[in-house]
């Protein structure tokens, strides 16, 4: 029997018994939460073996272990438990505050002030959702791909076919300097300024290494070179940093903390202001569909359109980028 017909065995309750020996590494505790005799649980695991060509799970002294095969079907199995649940028993019923699970999501370190609102959103309209939000990581589009994170923010296009994406806000630029700078008497910021003055570059979890920074890409048209001094992954160490140096960084509008004692915002470059960047929220493949996800991507496109708003509609930063308002597009303009 080839890998294909074998799927077509697969079964919820497959799908149920995976998800138990992951959480529970004990046959016994599973077949008290399943209902299921130990000789059905040992034959249901024989016909996951062989639908996987894989062990499934190995035998050790702290009991079962997944194999990263196990770890990697318990993935989606979860997902699709909760879609038949959703979708067949509480279909006709669905109540957004009754949602009881975890959000996982990640988002660019810029956006990361934003988990604070949303934190307090949740606990306002979707009480039993636990959050669990990180800053972007290297491999963060992969674990999108597969499922391991429900959502994700972030400014990079996406090329990974299992990831659906919608444009969430645009991403307003300026840079901030300590003050008392230099170049606070001319109010804004140069592309010659860039290659002469100490430049920290926010590096994204990897996404402006390698020569793929907005700074990088536009000095080079004009045959320049930014005099990098230092690439951070946190934007707040970035924000310390410029208090004793003479160092510029270019960031988005919406990491600014709210106090910025010490700290100067300046209109950055024209050449670099004018290419179009905007906030993505990113959802798996493996998520999308059931009322539950509809809902969810929603509530967050709502909730970090709101806080885009609010960073952009701060006087000290209005007085740089002008006022604009982000959230204009429905939700499923882009998906």
């Not at 438990?81 to 009881?100: K, T």
Request: with cysteine.
């Amino acid at each position: 029997m080839n890998s294909n017909e074998s799927v077509k065995d697969l079964s919820i309750a497959h799908l149920q018994l995976i998800v138990s020996l992951i959480k529970h590494g004990n046959a016994c505790v599973a077949s008290d939460e399943l209902g299921m005799s130990q000789s059905t649980i040992s034959y249901h695991l024989r016909r996951l073996r062989s639908i996987f060509a894989d062990d499934m799970f190995v035998r050790t002294g702290k009991g079962l272990k997944p194999t990263e095969r196990c770890l990697q079907v318990g993935h989606f199995a979860r997902d699709l438990i909760n879609r038949v649940e959703e979708e067949l028993i509480h279909g006709n019923d669905f109540a957004p505050s009754q949602i009881e699970r975890e959000l996982s999501l990640v988002a660019d370190d810029t956006a990361c002030g934003w988990f604070a609102k949303l934190f307090n959103d949740l606990q306002k309209t979707l009480p039993k959702v636990a959050l669990c939000a990180r800053p972007w990581y290297l491999n963060a589009m992969k674990d999108l791909d597969k499922g391991a994170i429900h959502f994700g923010i972030h400014i990079m296009p996406n090329g990974t076919k299992g990831i659906y994406d919608v444009e969430v806000a645009p991403c307003h630029r300026l840079c901030v300097v300590r003050e008392g700078h230099p170049l606070c008497a001319q109010g804004k910021v140069t592309l010659e300024d860039l290659a002469m003055y100490p430049v920290i570059l926010n590096d994204l979890a990897g996404w402006n290494n390698n020569g793929n920074s907005l700074i990088e890409r536009v000095l080079k048209q004009h045959n320049l070179q930014p005099n990098f001094v230092g690439r951070m992954g946190y934007v707040s160490s970035i924000f310390s940093a410029l208090h004793n140096s003479n160092a510029i960084t270019y960031t988005s509008a919406v990491s600014l903390p709210k106090d910025l004692s010490g700290l100067t915002l300046l209109k950055g470059p024209v050449e670099i202001d004018e290419i179009e960047c905007n906030y993505r929220l990113y959802i798996s493949k493996t998520r999308y569909g059931s009322q539950e996800t509809n809902y969810l991507i929603e509530f967050i496109f709502k909730s970090f359109t709101e806080y885009v708003n609010s960073q952009y509609q701060r006087d000290d930063v209005v007085s740089i980028i002008g006022n604009v308002v982000a959230g204009n597009k429905e939700v499923g303009d882009n998906i």
